[in-house]
T-cell receptor, first 113, second 111 residues
Framework: ETGVTQSPTHLIKTRGQQVTLRCSSQ?????VSWYQQALGQGPQFIFQ???????GRGNFPPRFSGLQFPNYSSELNVNALELDDSALYLC????????????FGPGTRLLVL | GESVGLHLPTLSVQEGDNSIINCAYS??????FIWYKQESGKGPQFIID?????DKRQGQRVTVLLNKTVKHLSLQIAATQPGDSAVYFC??????????FGAGTQVVVTP
């Protein structure tokens, strides 16, 4: 166990809806990264938060947004859901912005109908 | 563009044999690589990492080899066990510290 927790574990939404996913980082970790993993593929980087600020973003549209709180937990928000947003959403925490080792949570499985 | 890819989608290994999983990368600027293991329904689990100034690193039953000349790394698992059955990903560190993953190799351990 990495100490990284995510909620909910599973979620079903319909097209056009909005969703919020949550992540609690490992104790002592101030950096959270979010990844999207489609079925049968490797995780794709969405963005990273370091000390409550976005610290880098992958090739995802603006309807993917996030927050990081003072306790370093984080949220991923997705607006105007599309069918292709169906995936496993993973968060990973690390002890610092430049720290390479990222420890993943179990993920949230999102299904968009 | 940047990419990290794996050579084989599935690797079947007999229990007790050694496994070798290969990975190619294209980003010469990647200075750090990680291998993750992902079991069904779980998040990726850290196995071992290696910096670009090294060519070999050993852990418990695992060894990672890095060949920067041909942009290739491999993961060797000694005495493969049924619990090693999973999907294995290599990841390289790109800009902003983001990890770039390949598609993964499914390792199936047979008795």
């Amino acid at each position: 166990e990495t100490g990284v927790t995510q909620s909910p574990t599973h979620l079903i939404k319909t097209r056009g809806q909005q969703v919020t996913l949550r992540c609690s980082s490992q104790s002592g970790h101030n950096t959270v990264s979010w990844y999207q993993q489609a079925l049968g593929q490797g995780p794709q980087f969405i963005f990273q938060y370091y000390r409550e600020e976005e610290n880098g973003r992958g090739n995802f549209p603006p309807r993917f947004s996030g927050l990081q709180f003072p306790n370093y937990s984080s949220e991923l928000n997705v607006n105007a859901l599309e069918l292709d947003d169906s995936a496993l959403y993973l968060c990973a925490s690390s002890p610092g912005r430049s720290q390479e080792t990222q420890y993943f949570g179990p993920g949230t499985r999102l299904l968009v109908l | 563009g940047e990419s990290v890819g794996l050579h084989l989608p599935t690797l079947s290994v007999q229990e007790g044999d050694n496994s070798i999983i290969n990975c190619a990368y294209s980003n010469s600027a990647s200075d750090y690589f990680i291998w993750y293991k992902q079991e069904s329904g779980k998040g990726p689990q850290f196995i071992i990492d290696i910096r670009s100034n090294m060519d070999k690193r050993q852990g418990q039953r695992v060894t990672v080899l890095l060949n920067k000349t041909v942009k290739h790394l491999s993961l060797q698992i000694a005495a493969t066990q049924p619990g090693d059955s999973a999907v294995y990903f290599c990841a390289g560190r790109g800009s902003w510290g983001k990890l770039q993953f390949g598609a993964g190799t499914q390792v199936v351990v047979t008795p």
